[in-house]
């Protein structure tokens, strides 16, 4: 998982969490020692046994903390080599039946440091035995990825004293490599309600044949929502490398306020608009049970980080929750004289689209007018199909392509019940010279999108945040 990186906070932080732990104890009866923590770490969190012990004292320091969910060592330093990515390699070479010996001793070393760092009394003989023998009879790929996980969940689980419950006993994929849900929760709960404490590693899980499957890159995060959502946790921490969210990009805005709570809808306006969170699929199990995402930092814990909430009463510190927009659009204007008084207009426009298989992003329309905006780069080889076509299906009287647009999404629970938030966007943006190229308000007046020039790009974002972050301070 990458998020963008935040700061320490400040007295708002403890405020919230003192709300949270409000809100646990009207829950019903969930007082001390009784609550069900999940809580998952990223790969950075566990790349060395320094980082391990900082774990360890995290989850010895809250008796609620039960089930663990361990990625493989990611990078210990910049330039260093995440153990999954080292499996993937040493992987190819077994699968090109060259030697791959040497590789593999690499990944053995960087557990071994581990192991010995945290003195425990455990070889790993057998178990790198066992992966180069699965390698030479080539395993697969999925396989070979998923021992990172399955590794650091046995030192774990030795470390911490608690079960270690192998992921492909009890994560589960259909015959189509789809995540089977259903089974997995049943077998799952059932297994882990026999479980005082148990470290069930991240990333992969069985196939119907007993095959290994891993989901895709950053998979981790799905199987934290996913034991969460079988031991109806009260919450799943997701552990990381930096504090939480942040209300906007700091490449763009230096030191940006951090998100305090965030709703899971605000979230998938803001990652849709490429801002990275979590996997995208880490969302659904728990979501869908009601249950709240804590991100936190494992070098610095004392910071509450961000929760992730299905509904909240809490307001936001700021109008908006957070902005986030992407470079490389085109818009694709069609005009037509009474284009609004003719049936299916829309669907033949979208058909010419969908049958070169594009996308469209958004489609902002007038009277007579018509705007589809699309990625540049799918678009831009297909354009001249596209617009044949849509001259052929809708007959319309023109057509104008402009490129090199922006889309910026200003995200925000609290815009439903603030008069004047699209007015104040676009003073804002005229006083910066800034010209809107177009304005589409979802209708759950959740997220205001505005398409500027990419050269505007920056500038828009930095005039949005000023006037509802920084005025506000
Ligand atoms: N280790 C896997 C990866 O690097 C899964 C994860 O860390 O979530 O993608």
């Known amino acids: 998982m990458r998020l963008w990186e935040t700061k320490s906070w400040g007295v708002s932080a403890w405020r919230w969490r003192d709300r949270f732990r409000s809100v646990y104890i009207i829950g019903g009866e969930r007082i001390r020692g009784i609550m069900r923590k999940v809580v998952k770490f990223g790969g950075s969190s566990l790349a060395s046994a320094e980082q391990f012990k900082k774990v360890g004292n995290i989850i010895h320091e809250d008796a609620e903390r039960k089930f663990v969910v361990p990625s493989a060592p990611g990078k210990r330093y910049d330039g260093d080599i995440k153990v999954t990515d080292m499996l993937y390699g040493c992987y190819a070479l077994a699968d090109a039946d060259q030697d791959f010996s040497a590789e593999l001793q690499a990944i053995r070393a960087r557990y071994q440091e581990i192991v010995d760092g945290l003195e425990l009394d455990l070889s790993l003989e057998e178990e790198f035995a066992v992966i180069g023998k699965m390698f030479g009879e080539k395993a697969g790929s999925n396989y070979a990825a998923s021992r990172g996980e399955y590794l650091n969940g046995i030192i774990m689980a030795q470390y911490l004293g608690y079960e270690f419950v192998d992921a492909a006993q009890v994560i589960f994929f259909d015959e189509e ?14 297994r882990l309600a026999g479980c005082e404490a148990a470290v069930i590693p991240g990333f992969y899980g069985a196939m119907p044949d007993g095959s290994v499957k891993t989901f895709s890159r950053g998979g981790s995060d799905i199987t934290g ?6 031991v109806k946790a009260d919450v799943y921490e997701n552990w990381t490398d930096v504090s939480g969210f942040l209300i906007a990009d700091p490449h763009i805005i230096e030191s940006p306020e951090s998100i305090d709570v965030i709703t899971y809808r605000e979230l998938r306006e803001l990652a849709y608009m490429g801002v990275p969170v979590l996997h995208e699929d880490a969302i659904f199990p728990v979501r869908q049970q009601g249950i709240p995402i804590n991100i936190r930092n494992t070098n610095a814990p004392e910071d509450d980080g961000t929760w992730i909430v299905g ?9 908006i929750t957070g902005i986030a927009g992407k470079k490389g659009y085109c818009s694709v204007n069609i005009e037509k004289d009474m284009m609004n008084s003719e049936i299916g207009f829309g669907r033949k426009v979208l058909q010419a689209f969908e049958d070169s298989g594009i996308s469209f992003e958004h489609m902002p329309s007038g009277i007579d007018t018509l705007t589809v905006f699309v990625h540049q780069d799918e678009f831009i080889h297909k354009e001249q199909k596209v617009v ?30 603030t008069r004047g938030t699209a007015g104040r966007i676009f003073s804002a943006l005229a006083h910066n010279n800034i010209n809107v190229k177009m304005i589409d308000q979802g209708s759950s007046e959740l997220n205001i999108i505005i398409g500027v020039a990419n050269e505007d790009f920056e500038n828009a974002i930095r005039a949005v945040y000023d006037i509802f972050v920084i005025a506000q301070l």
Do not use: W, Y
């Open 388 to 417: 044949a076509a849509i001259h052929r299906l809708a007959e319309p009287e023109s057509i104008e392509i402009e490129s090199d647009l922006a889309l910026i999404a200003v995200v925000g629970r609290g815009m439903k019940s």
């Open 225 to 230: 929502s996913i034991v969460a959502k079988a």
């Open 177 to 190: 490599g789809n995540f089977d849900a259903d089974r997995t929760n049943e077998v799952l709960s059932a």
């Open 311 to 319: 509904s909240t009463c809490q307001k936001s510190r700021f109008v």
